[in-house]
């Protein structure tokens, strides 16, 4: 079983719905869990860092964090064409730490 | 410089040669990673660079991969005797005073 748990998808959704990305653990020691988009041929791009349980929110972007179920998620609001990627969980221990990463999640949004 | 910077963007090398992976991290960042992405394996940690040590290299996968950094700047990843499976875009990540970790566009390899 792998450290880090995610649907690879493919995810297809209609222009302005709301998608819900998950990743779960199975290591209680990460601390840090963030969130990265990466676009066909590019590098990862950080898109949320949260430490510890908790949401937070960044523009149509929001990311939560439940320790106790080892549970992460992501919601994308008003999803554009522009969101087809691949979204990757990653979480560390601590900083300064290599980052494990879930298998990624292709979405596509279609207009 | 204003993001991480790989090179080459892409390598095709025949299966036995050495191939040497050069990485530039944003400047002033002390630490830096290597990581590679491969389809059947997803995103894999390879080593840890803080400064010109590598406190982390438990990544690696065999001695036949080898990185060092210099002047706690530039950092280059060498495969030596490449096979088939080492074909996959190595990424690199550089990281300052804070643990957020930015990553280079990546080098794809391709062993014949």
């Known amino acids: 079983q792998k450290e880090v748990e995610q649907d690879p998808g493919p995810l297809s959704v209609p222009e302005g719905a709301i998608v819900s990305l998950n990743c779960t653990y199975s290591?209680?020691?990460?601390?840090?869990f963030m969130w990265y988009r990466q676009y066909s041929r590019k590098g990862p791009e950080l898109l949320m860092y949260?430490?510890?349980?908790g949401n937070k929110e960044d523009g149509r972007f929001t990311a939560q964090v439940d320790k106790s179920s080892k549970y992460i998620s992501l919601f994308i609001r008003d999803s554009q064409p522009s969101d087809s990627a691949t979204y990757l969980c990653a979480m560390s221990e601590s900083g300064y730490n290599k980052l494990i990463f879930g298998a990624g999640t292709r979405l596509a949004v279609h207009p | 410089g204003a993001g991480v910077s790989q090179s080459p963007s892409n390598k095709v090398t025949e299966k036995g040669k050495d191939v040497e992976l050069r990485c530039d991290p944003i400047s002033g960042h002390t630490a830096l990673y290597w990581y590679r992405q491969s389809l059947g394996q997803g995103l894999e940690f390879l080593i840890y660079f803080q400064g010109n040590s590598a406190p982390d290299k438990s990544g690696l996968p065999s001695d036949r991969f080898s990185a060092e950094r210099t002047g706690g700047s530039v950092s280059t990843l060498t495969i030596q005797r490449t096979q088939q499976e080492d074909s996959a875009v190595y990424l690199c990540a550089s990281s300052g005073q804070g643990d957020i970790q930015y990553f280079g566009a990546g080098t794809r390899l391709s062993v014949l």
């Open positions: 290591n209680s020691a990460f601390q840090y």
């Open positions: 949260t430490y510890s349980s």
